[in-house]
């Protein structure tokens, strides 16, 4: 009790002597931290230091070519005189036969790749990696060696030396799928999860493609990452399918596995361009690998034989007639047994025998379905409702769709997809427009749409459209001719209304009224109030059980919980930068103060 | 660039060519192999894109392991003189090889890919795929083993029959061959290599071997020969299982080897024990007493005919002590302890103090205690034990130190523990020791509660607490007496100059006969006995005082001889002696004027003052003339200080009366060597009246018991037959005595009379609580 009591008055003494030098200087060299760091709990202290150091690790920038492998052998060096080598001995033989090595095989000793090394011990790798452990103590080579080789980058081995000395790790969005995969040929469990879980978060962050970490979790064997990617996709399918870069990095198993989900809110046209986005990215990477291919595998053939499987996980059948004849089968990739079926189930509601499911439709998907012009069955009064749960409003105001407009003459554009008929035109410009946009959450493929002349019966008769095209576009540049009015004298009367159907084949986020022609009064102004839109709405975010106001709601909510994660970001490096500082418990009051000059003075 | 999601350029063809020839050299041996490029191009197959080549390379590793098992199995075969060694030089070097691949170099495959393999399997199948480890023992035990293995097993077998046989071998090629067995089992869950070819080969070559040696031995050498060699080959297999058989082997072991040696000749070695005894051969007792000891039921017969030696020689022993009807207490206990202590060492000796020969012990001490021919029908054991007792602890008994009075104590009540009628030993020890106590006659407070303490342990507390409370009375009248001084002191009394003494004694815990007649104080002795009675009336009112003077005794100092002499008397002495302070011869009537003592007290009384020769009997005459001799009578019979000369010659006066009268007077020619002098009392020596007495307390206080007992039964039974009620109550005072039925009968009847108990109508033979 007397020489423990002596000890900790020793420590605290020396600690008080070194952190006053600490605050003086600011910089204290390594020996003089030696007494600090030697009651720390974990050995950040010996991190490539020479001192108990009995084995080094060979690192390149990076990471040798296969043609060096044959050649870079561990090196038992022969101990002469029972005086073991100094670490500069050992650098320096190394050197030379390195320099032997280029000089034999032509290779060039590039900046770029340049070597470095780890004064390491064995005793850390062996505690904290069963691969080190093996291989450093069994009747191998690599046991009675004081150098051995990695062939990772240097910067991703330094990252993991220091995880194994130190038990922090610092990755970031672009090294984080390699350190993982050191993680795995070193088996260290505990780092995998960790990087699989903060890949995955960096997905969310938006700085990681899905696809990568879920082809990444399922090589490395990280079940619980790869079944959090999967309802991943489920949940945020339509950016995903339609635009990854790394789509065609699934598996077929797992492709199927995307397919097969109800709750995939994709448009089942869109799913099936996706599949075909997939199947040409693998032939496209299978050319890159060996072009003579491309001379002996056909690429429809190919093709098809790629999809003969997933095809058989989409809803054919619940699509539109006219979406099977126009644009599935013009692919020619679909077999005509089941376009043969999809037919008959459109025409007579004859069941499928192929894919059971076929005919349904899957979670949130809405059919709006037109009974006559002026009905409350339109996509827009199904908003203006709050999904049918609230008294009419407009959703302009219930701020869910938002309208804009070429400059208008009279009034604001609002009205255009109101119930109420309003006296409103634009100025009198030619391509005068209106524009309706769906918001983030909906794509939807119209099949029919009303609209209502906006003139009443004494001030602007005669000015009704008569030539006017619907565009539809997902992302507001690209449009779509959707329906093509030329010469169309339907809207007459004071406040007329007229419906037209339409055959679409995708879905949209934005529908677009533009004026192609004068006017029936050989105007250029676009009068129009009213418009109605049906056909198949699209969820793209779960809310079945919310209204379109509690949606808005979850929306901040998600923003919140960015907030939450960004301040664990900081945290995170807050403990890298303790790990310099970190010292018993007895000094924890010291420590404290000592961080809070620290965050002082930066 | 070592990146996962990177594309590979794998050449499958030229990699396994590489792992093949580093994997053959790990395999034969070498050192000379980098596990870290080994690593990492199993690590490259695994990862290969588009597809991996994972099952390729299981492939090819299973078809390298075949080919290899092939050659070492030539190996072997072209070894002509030595397969054992061979064979066990080859599986060391695969054996290590395989775990070096399994750990270090495809634990890559195995974790990502075989382990995958088998978990995908549906339950029940049997897999396909194997541990690399696994796979490498399977393929050496089919292509290699299977092949081999009966050349192998003879080889071993033939070691171990030299190893029996003495000769030198080599022992660890037995147990390194009986650990490979093992791990080739540790595939396969049947284990039949171990159990089948190896276990079950071994046991039966045990049991030929040893069954021929130990006939063979016990022909030509004996049996007690026979048991030293049996022993020593125990030890010997035990040693050679601990080498060649695995931990699940060694019971089986080790129950044929008891089977074989000692079973098949429990007979022999029982029909041995008695002669054995006989002899006091301890060595070859504790010879059988191992060896039967290993088995199962081998003690039985032995525990039986100890048990008989023990009582034969028991009774045989008391049937030598003269005087079977009053036989010398020392004597009696003396010959009964020896006899537990010669068997009792021979039982911690030869028996190792086996818990089941210390039953016999107790069981055989019990019969000899209780039913020796000393003790035929009577309860003699336990009053010659409590009168042994009895001279341990009396004052003056210089034989023994305190140590060595403790220990022969302990001794006592170890064998008290084998009396059966406890309430007898009660009885007398109680007794006994209120005469000690009474007398300050012990030899140390300490030594009586040692004595106390050991019965307490025996018995129980309620065997001892009157014991404690007499103890506790003694220790409350010396508190009481002090007070009392005090008292006296206080209120300026004074009660002469006698120094007095008072023991208060709680009736009811103290075994004394009470007072047989009306006993007249002496004048002295007034003054005192009035003044501590009424301060004990003060103190605790509505208590009563009896006075025992019968118990009482005093020490009186005298001046009528030549010198001073004290005399330790009894009271009824001292009364009787100071009738002379005032006269010079009394007659026998005035004695029993003064003294009020009845005829058969006062002529003992008398009898032991004239045998003391303190006072001298003769008969008056008409013409004896005095006159002179009385003048120079010096009659000072009082206490200290006081000198009442007695002219004698005044008062001289001729007698009228009847001429037959007897006369005493005190012996003035009285003369002894010591001047403290103790006149023997013939109340201090037991009589066979008072024994009697004792015997008959004891009968009292067994009905009583069982009148108690018969009470308390029906009381929580309500109704019992007959038969029932006297099992029971033998039952319940068992541990007291034994009672006889008769006994019992007659507590039922007194019980019955006092209308406790009545008889069920109807049914003569069962009985109702009336109470």
Excluded at chain 2, 289 to 310: C, D, M, N, W
Aim: aromatic share 10%; glycine share 4%; charged share 25%.
């Amino acid at each position: 009790m007397f020489l423990e009591t002596k000890n900790n008055n020793n420590n605290n003494l020396n600690n008080k002597l070194i952190r006053n030098k600490i605050k003086k200087d600011k910089m204290v060299s390594q020996g003089k931290n030696k007494l600090i760091q030697k009651y720390s709990s974990d050995f950040s202290y010996y991190f490539n230091n020479q001192e108990l150091s009995d084995i080094i690790i060979q690192v390149s920038e990076n990471g040798y070519l296969d043609e060096d492998v044959l050649t870079m052998k561990p090196i038992p060096i022969n101990i002469k005189n029972d005086k073991k080598p100094t670490f500069e001995e050992i650098i320096e033989l190394i050197n030379q036969r390195n320099n032997c090595l280029n000089n034999s095989n032509k290779i060039k000793n590039d900046e770029t790749n340049r070597i470095d090394y780890f004064y390491t011990h064995k005793f850390v790798l062996s505690a904290r990696s069963p691969v080190f452990m093996k291989m450093l103590s069994c009747q191998m080579m690599e046991s009675n060696s004081v150098i051995i080789t990695s062939h990772f980058p240097r910067s991703i081995f330094y990252i993991l030396l220091k995880f194994l000395y130190s038990g922090k790790v610092e990755m970031n969005a672009t090294n984080v799928l390699e350190v993982l995969a050191i993680a795995d040929y070193y088996q260290l469990e505990d780092l995998k999860d960790f990087c699989g879980k903060y890949s995955l978060q960096t997905c969310i962050d938006g700085e990681l493609d899905i696809c990568r970490v879920l082809y990444a979790s399922e090589q490395y064997g990280l079940e619980k990452i790869k079944q959090l990617c999967l309802d991943y996709i489920s949940q945020h399918s339509m950016d995903i399918l339609l635009s990854s870069p790394n789509w065609h990095l699934l598996s077929e198993e797992n492709l199927i596995e995307i397919l097969e989900q109800d709750n995939l809110r994709v448009p089942e046209v869109e799913i099936f361009d996706s599949l075909v986005r997939w199947a040409e990215k693998q032939y496209s990477i299978l050319l890159d690998l060996d072009p003579s291919l491309g001379d002996s595998i056909n690429k429809p053939d190919f093709l098809k034989k790629k999809l003969s499987k997933p095809l058989k996980s989409i809803r054919f059948a619940s699509m539109f007639p006219y979406q099977l004849s126009s644009h599935i089968e013009k692919t020619n990739l679909v077999d005509k047994e089941i376009l043969y079926e999809a037919y008959r189930y459109c025409a007579a509601q004859i069941p499928t025998s192929i894919n059971s499911s076929s005919c349904e439709l899957r979670q949130g998907v809405k059919e709006f379905t037109f009974q006559f012009n002026g009905d409350t069955n339109g996509v827009l009064y199904y908003f203006g409702t709050c999904e049918d749960m609230e008294d009419y409003e407009s959703p302009v105001t219930r701020k869910v769709v938002t309208v804009t407009s070429s400059t208008m003459s009279i009034g604001y554009p609002h009205p255009f997809v109101g119930r109420q008929s309003t006296n409103m035109y634009t100025d009198k410009e030619e391509n005068s427009f209106f524009c309706v946009d769906l918001g983030v959450k909906h794509v939807l493929c119209p099949t029919y749409y009303s609209l209502r002349y906006g003139g009443d019966s004494q001030g602007s008769i005669y000015a009704a459209p008569k030539n006017w095209q619907l565009l539809g576009s997902l992302d507001g540049q690209e449009w779509t001719l959707l329906r093509d009015h030329s010469n169309d004298l339907s809207l007459k009367d004071g406040y007329g209304i007229a419906g037209w159907d339409v055959k679409s084949i995708h879905s949209y986020r934005y529908l677009k009224i533009l004026q192609t022609g004068p006017n029936q009064r050989d105007g250029n102004e676009l009068c129009l109030c009213c418009f109605e839109v049906y056909g198949r709405l699209v969820s793209l975010e779960d809310d079945n059980n919310n209204t379109t106001c509690s949606s808005l709601t979850d929306g901040e909510s998600d923003d919140d919980e960015m907030k939450n994660t960004t301040s664990h970001i900081d945290d995170d490096d807050s403990d890298n930068e303790d790990v310099n500082d970190n010292n018993n418990g007895d000094d924890s009051d010291e420590t404290n103060n000592e961080n809070d000059d620290d965050m002082d003075d930066n | 660039m070592m990146n996962g999601l990177g594309r590979q350029d794998i050449d499958f063809n030229t990699i396994w060519k590489n792992i093949a020839d580093q994997v053959y050299k790990i395999l034969t041996g070498s050192q000379n192999v980098s596990a870290m490029f080994l690593y990492e191009d199993v690590y490259k197959l695994c990862i290969a894109q588009p597809q991996p080549y994972c099952e390729p390379l299981y492939e090819n590793i299973k078809k390298f392991f075949e080919q290899h098992v092939d050659q070492i199995l030539l190996i072997i075969l072209d070894t002509k003189s030595d397969t054992i060694s061979e064979y066990l030089k080859q599986w060391k070097l695969f054996f290590s090889g395989c775990e070096l691949c399994n750990k270090v170099i495809f634990r890559y495959l195995n974790l990502n890919w075989i382990n995958k393999k088998i978990l995908d399997k549906k339950f029940g199948h049997p897999p396909d795929v194997y541990e690399i480890q696994i796979l490498g023992l399977m393929i050496w035990k089919e292509r290699l083993f299977f092949k081999i293995k009966d050349r192998v097993l003879k080889c071993v077998e033939i070691l171990i029959q030299k190893d029996r046989d003495g000769e030198l071998v080599q022992h660890q090629f037995i147990s390194q061959f009986m650990e490979s067995l093992i791990k080739l089992d540790s595939v396969d869950k049947d284990r039949t290599l171990y159990l089948i070819e190896y276990e079950a080969s071994y046991l039966e070559n045990t049991r030929q071997f040893y069954t021929r040696e130990s006939v063979a031995f016990i022909a030509s050498s004996g049996i007690s020969s026979y048991m030293k060699k049996a022993e020593t080959r125990i030890d010997e297999e035990e040693q050679r299982s601990q080498k060649y058989l695995n931990s699940s082997s060694h019971d089986k072991m080790r129950r044929l080897l008891h089977s074989i040696l000692i079973e098949k000749h429990k007979e022999l070695l029982q029909s041995e024990c008695i002669n054995y005894l006989k002899d006091e051969k301890l060595d070859e007792i504790y010879n059988m007493y191992k060896l039967l000891s290993r088995i199962e039921g081998g003690l039985a017969p032995v525990l039986e005919t100890v048990q008989k030696y023990i009582q034969h020689v028991g009774i045989d022993a008391i049937k030598s002590i003269p005087d079977r009807n009053n036989p010398d207490p020392k004597i009696y206990v003396e010959t009964l302890l020896k006899i537990y202590l010669q068997f009792s060492s021979i039982i911690k000796k030869s028996f190792n103090n086996d818990v089941s020969f210390i039953t016999v012990l107790d069981l055989a001490c019990h019969k000899i205690f209780n039913q020796n021919h000393i003790t035929r029908n009577t309860t003699k054991s336990p009053e010659l034990l409590a009168k042994y007792c009895d001279m341990l602890l009396k004052k003056g008994n210089k034989q023994h130190e305190e140590i060595e009075l403790e220990e022969k104590l302990g001794q006592i009540i170890v064998l008290f523990k084998y009396v059966d009628d406890k309430d007898v030993f009660q009885k007398f020890y109680s007794k006994m020791l209120s005469r000690r106590l009474i007398n300050g006659t012990s030899v140390s407070d300490d030594i009586e509660k040692f004595m106390i303490t050991g019965l307490k342990q025996a018995c129980g507390f309620e065997y001892t607490s009157k014991f404690q409370r007499m103890f506790n009375d003694i220790t409350l009248s010396a508190e009481t007496n002090e007070e009392f001084k005090n008292h006296l002191i206080k209120n300026s009394l004074s009660i002469g100059k006698i120094d007095f003494s008072i023991l208060v004694l709680t009736s009811g815990s103290w075994s004394l006969h009470s007072q047989t007649s009306s006993f007249i104080v002496p004048q002295e002795l007034t003054l005192c006995i009035s003044a501590f009675q009424q301060y004990y009336s003060t103190q605790h009112q509505g208590r009563k005082l009896n006075w025992l003077h019968h118990l009482c005794k005093a020490e009186a100092k005298s001046f009528f001889a030549k010198k001073s002499y004290d005399f330790q008397v009894t009271n009824f002495q001292l009364g009787i002696l100071l009738i002379f302070n005032t006269q010079e011869s009394v007659s026998l009537e005035e004695i029993t004027k003064f003294t009020n003592l009845n005829e058969n007290e006062l002529s003992r009384t008398l009898q032991s003052l004239i045998e003391a020769k303190i006072l001298i009997s003769k008969k008056k005459d008409q013409n004896s003339i005095n006159n002179n001799n009385n003048n120079n009578n010096n009659n000072n019979n009082n206490g200290e200080g006081n000198n009442s000369l007695v002219d004698s010659a005044n008062n001289m006066q001729p007698s009228s009366s009847s001429s037959s009268t007897q006369e005493y007077t005190v012996n003035s020619a009285y003369s002894n060597k010591r001047s403290k002098v103790k006149v023997s009392s013939s109340l201090q020596k037991e009589t066979p009246l008072q024994n009697e007495e004792t015997y008959k307390g004891i009968d009292e206080d067994r009905k009583l018991y069982l009148q108690a007992s018969i009470v308390r039964i029906m009381k929580a039974r309500k109704t019992m037959n007959h038969v029932s009620l006297i099992q029971e109550v033998i039952e319940h005072s068992r541990l007291r005595f034994q009672p006889n039925i008769p006994m019992i009968k007659k507590c039922i009847e007194q019980l019955i009379e006092k209308e406790y108990i009545t008889r069920a109508e109807g049914e003569s033979d069962r009985y109702l609580y009336a109470a």
